[in-house]
């Protein structure tokens, strides 16, 4: 069955270091997400993707964040000078072409920043 | 601000019961109800969406939906100890690309 990979699993940075998450989609799926889970809180979301713009950010999506999908597969987050409280899981999620799609989770990236 | 709202639990049954999570939503105008079930340090996997009113049955679980309510509900028939995880609703809000809002999550524990 297909599946979302993430990698890497796990990173640990140093605060103010840039950090890129990677995410590989399911094959036919055109839709893309990050969410982000802080250890004990609720899945939030970050930002959706679409025909390589951004379709809908939250107010966490702030400038230090950006999303791409450089190469037609990878689907990336990139936090610029990552903060204390950037510390969480963070999610890959993918779903097909209709509104309503149902999405996808990847197994995550825990990120820790010191 | 749309919200998602659980009882956060824990919601402990015997192995064999029927277990019954439910799961408010604050805006209106959603279409799609999702549940997904997190085992610990793991990611949200899904178990069934649901768009209408009524009754949408998969196997052991049933996903029911009220919009007047404003309420989804899982129930969970012949509950296994493997079933024992956090049951995460997820609402996919009108005016949003596919955004999903998510509860904090019910935790259930099912006992031998």
């Known amino acids: 069955e297909p599946e979302v990979t993430q990698t890497p699993s796990h990173q640990v940075t140093q605060m103010g270091q840039e950090v890129i998450l990677r995410c590989v989609p399911i094959?036919?799926?055109?839709?893309f997400y990050w969410y982000r889970q802080i250890l004990g809180q609720k899945v939030e979301f970050l930002v959706s993707?679409?025909?390589?713009?951004?379709?809908?950010k939250s107010e966490i999506f702030d400038d230090q964040f950006s999303v791409e999908r450089p190469d037609g597969s990878n689907f990336t987050l990139k936090i610029r000078s990552t903060k204390l409280e950037d510390s969480a899981m963070y999610f890959c999620?993918?779903?097909?072409?209709?509104?309503?799609?149902?999405?996808?989770f990847g197994p995550g990236t825990r990120l820790l920043v010191l | 601000q749309k919200e998602v709202e659980q009882n956060s639990g824990p919601l402990s049954v015997p192995e064999g019961a029927i277990a019954s999570l439910n799961c408010t939503y604050s805006?209106?105008?959603?279409?799609?109800f999702f549940w997904y079930r997190q085992y610990s340090g793991k990611s949200p996997e899904l178990i069934m969406f649901i768009y209408s009113n009524g009754d949408k049955e998969d196997g052991r679980f049933t996903a029911q939906l009220n919009k007047a309510s404003q309420y989804v509900s899982l129930l969970i028939r012949d509950s296994q100890p493997s079933d024992s995880a956090t049951y995460l609703c997820a609402v996919n809000i009108s005016g949003g690309y596919n955004k999903l809002i998510f509860g904090a999550g019910t935790r259930l524990a099912v006992h031998p």
């Open positions: 999620a993918t779903s097909g072409l209709a509104v309503q799609e149902t999405q996808y």
């Open positions: 993707f679409y025909n390589n713009e951004i379709s809908e």
């Open positions: 094959s036919n799926h055109l839709y």
């Open positions: 805006d209106r105008g959603s279409q799609s």
